[in-house]
């Protein structure tokens, strides 16, 4: 019995030892210690484009080049940069199209304003048929 | 008459709708991303020697007053092998080759100069893309000309073919 729990005792003074002689995490794979970044750092993976891969975000893609972009993108939100001044230094590199989020100009409007151009002819058609209808029904 | 035609319009529009959508959809799209880097300084950067025989390279190396070009290859990189022959022609006119490998290792590094040549005078390792990243290189191989302030001057995406000599050359301040 004695022999186990020195031998229980012994590992936990090493531990911290142990603990402290392991690498760096390495942040292309593993999560960030605190909850809250890692949750930005993942919502911000899901909009980034890998770059070889080009159909899939930074998040789900095996590529090497995707890894080094979580890496990054972990790396830095780690350092205390907000998810949209990483993506900015991102697009500072290769452009909007590394972004899955598109910025608000003149020649992406249409995005914006066709949803929005359907939907008030869509109301204006209706008003237009229930109008017509109370016509019909007041005359039979 | 006319009322019938424009009761079929939204379902016409909607047919055009998903035309669009599929061929959208079928499309071959690889285009290649354009660096935004081009016209600016070469990013901060030291990176350790890839081989025990040949220097690494640093961003200071550029800014010596002579252009370079700036080579992004890994020894795994199939069609990096094709741009070696181009890659020699040019060191043999007088061009400096610097080599940045991504995700190398030396032994492989070794094996691949040595079958195909060495057209470095300097190669520098980026395990983790970092330079890579901070080129807006999104591949290999990928070719950055450099004039001699470290300003990038031209990313060339793909394998340097013969054709591209002379445009390279004239960028460097070269003659042909």
């Given amino acids: ?140 | 008459m006319k009322r019938g035609l424009i009761l079929w319009l939204p379902l016409a529009l909607i047919l055009i709708l998903f035309a669009v959508f599929w061929v959208g959809l079928h499309r071959q799209e690889n285009h290649d991303i354009a660096s935004q880097m081009v016209g600016k300084a070469l990013p901060e950067f030291t990176t350790p020697a890839a081989l025990p025989g040949l220097p690494g390279a640093s961003t200071a190396l550029f800014r010596d007053g002579r252009p370079r070009l700036l080579n992004i290859f890994a020894s795994w990189c199939v069609p990096c092998v094709a741009e070696v022959p181009v890659l020699m022609r040019l060191k043999g006119m007088g061009v400096e080759v610097v080599g940045i490998a991504v995700h190398d290792t030396t032994p492989a590094l070794d094996q691949f100069l040595t079958r195909n040549g060495n057209p470095y005078a300097r190669i520098g390792s980026d395990d983790q893309s970092r330079i890579q990243l901070a080129l807006g290189s999104s591949g290999v191989p990928e070719t950055f000309v450099i004039d001699g302030q470290g300003r990038i001057v031209k990313q060339h995406i793909g394998v340097v073919g013969e054709g591209d000599i002379p445009e390279l050359l004239a960028l460097l301040g070269k003659q042909p």
């Fill in chain 1, 1 to 140: 019995m004695r022999a186990p729990a020195a031998l229980l005792g012994a590992l936990l003074i090493a531990a911290p030892a142990i603990a402290q002689n392991v690498a760096a995490p390495d942040y292309a794979e593993v999560s960030l210690s605190d909850p809250a970044k890692e949750k930005q750092a993942l919502a911000l993976m899901d909009s980034i484009r890998c770059v070889v891969c080009q159909g899939q975000p930074v998040s789900g893609s095996n590529a090497d080049l995707a890894g080094d972009m979580r890496r990054v993108i972990r790396e830095r939100i780690e350092a205390g940069e907000s998810p949209e001044q990483v993506r900015a230094w991102l697009v500072s590199k290769y452009g909007d199209w590394v972004s899955f989020k598109p910025p608000l100009e003149a020649r992406t409007a249409p995005l914006w304003l066709v949803p929005l151009l359907a939907l008030m002819a869509g109301l204006w058609l209706l008003v237009r048929r229930l109008k017509w209808d109370r016509l019909k029904g007041t005359r039979g």
